[in-house]
């Protein structure tokens, strides 16, 4: 009879494959340099053509430096939000024991990235709308999603038992996760102040490339600097465990050589 499990458990045993501590702290401990060198050699190039070299916009003149890092925090609040759901959807279903703390990790970091890039806008629309805040539908949308990144940073802390926690996280992750679309799609969906989207078109996005090369620049290193962040937060609370771990059985065999 063949020991090859079916297909539905082969993703579920690779992803359990790394939910050994060891095996992930080698592994992230391998990666994170890579990640962090990454993300200061590629914001080192990003942020000064942006804020610097790169020409002003013809409309909106000096101003248009603000969005090289309005944008980038706008879409790592909605994709770090994702992975938010993908890790608290493998909790859930496959309770691998990683998601859970990749998952609080990550939360405190998705809701500073949300929080600039509602500062970083309220900059951009006093000079462009003439005021700091419209309950305009864009901007409401990422406001539910800075108090959904709060909340859950804030529920897997607030039981003393942290697989409860870490449960009812997981659930209000998954159903924050609804406001994702409404964050993506509502100025298509909704006469809205906000701009609409600029690279919706790939071969021929709105932008001049003198902004959107830039631009994109300091996206990817935003994006190498969250998840290095993220990652050394993990690997941090994964030690803390295992600290806690050994310090709880050296506690109990204390006791039982004093008993």
């Given at each position: 009879m063949s020991n090859t499990p079916p297909l539905a458990a082969r993703p579920a045993a690779s992803l359990h494959r790394f939910a050994n501590p060891g095996r992930f702290l080698r592994l992230s401990g391998r990666v994170?340099?890579?990640?962090?060198?990454?993300?200061?050699?590629?914001?080192?190039?990003?942020?000064?053509?942006?804020?610097?070299?790169?020409?002003?916009?013809?409309?909106?003149?000096?101003t248009v430096r603000i969005l090289y890092i309005h944008v980038p925090m706008a879409w790592l609040a909605m994709g770090g939000y994702a992975g938010l759901a993908v890790a608290s959807a493998m909790a859930l279903v496959w309770r691998h024991p990683l998601a859970d703390l990749a998952a609080r990790e990550l939360s405190p970091v998705g809701a500073a990235v949300t929080a600039l890039c509602l500062a970083t806008g309220s900059l951009w629309g006093k000079p462009m709308w003439g005021t700091w805040w419209v309950w305009d539908a864009r901007l409401t949308s990422v406001l539910v999603l800075f108090f959904l990144w709060l909340g859950h940073a804030a529920l897997v802390r607030a039981f003393d038992d942290p697989e409860r926690g870490a449960r009812m996280g997981a659930i209000l992750a998954l159903v924050g996760a609804l406001n994702l679309p409404v964050v993506k799609f509502s100025v298509d969906w909704w006469n809205t102040l906000h701009q609409p989207a600029s690279?919706?078109?790939?071969n021929a996005p709105a932008l001049h490339v003198d902004i959107l090369y830039p631009l994109l620049t300091c996206a990817v290193g935003f994006t190498l600097a969250f998840a290095a962040l993220v990652l050394f937060r993990v690997r941090a609370a994964v030690m803390e465990r295992r600290i806690r771990t050994l310090q709880m059985a050296a506690a109990r065999r204390a006791e039982t050589v004093a008993g």
């Amino acid at each position: 009879m063949s020991n090859t499990p079916p297909l539905a458990a082969r993703p579920a045993a690779s992803l359990h494959r790394f939910a050994n501590p060891g095996r992930f702290l080698r592994l992230s401990g391998r990666v994170l340099p890579w990640l962090s060198l990454g993300a200061v050699l590629v914001l080192g190039v990003g942020l000064p053509w942006a804020l610097w070299f790169s020409p002003p916009d013809w409309q909106q003149g000096e101003t248009v430096r603000i969005l090289y890092i309005h944008v980038p925090m706008a879409w790592l609040a909605m994709g770090g939000y994702a992975g938010l759901a993908v890790a608290s959807a493998m909790a859930l279903v496959w309770r691998h024991p990683l998601a859970d703390l990749a998952a609080r990790e990550l939360s405190p970091v998705g809701a500073a990235v949300t929080a600039l890039c509602l500062a970083t806008g309220s900059l951009w629309g006093k000079p462009m709308w003439g005021t700091w805040w419209v309950w305009d539908a864009r901007l409401t949308s990422v406001l539910v999603l800075f108090f959904l990144w709060l909340g859950h940073a804030a529920l897997v802390r607030a039981f003393d038992d942290p697989e409860r926690g870490a449960r009812m996280g997981a659930i209000l992750a998954l159903v924050g996760a609804l406001n994702l679309p409404v964050v993506k799609f509502s100025v298509d969906w909704w006469n809205t102040l906000h701009q609409p989207a600029s690279l919706t078109r790939v071969n021929a996005p709105a932008l001049h490339v003198d902004i959107l090369y830039p631009l994109l620049t300091c996206a990817v290193g935003f994006t190498l600097a969250f998840a290095a962040l993220v990652l050394f937060r993990v690997r941090a609370a994964v030690m803390e465990r295992r600290i806690r771990t050994l310090q709880m059985a050296a506690a109990r065999r204390a006791e039982t050589v004093a008993g």
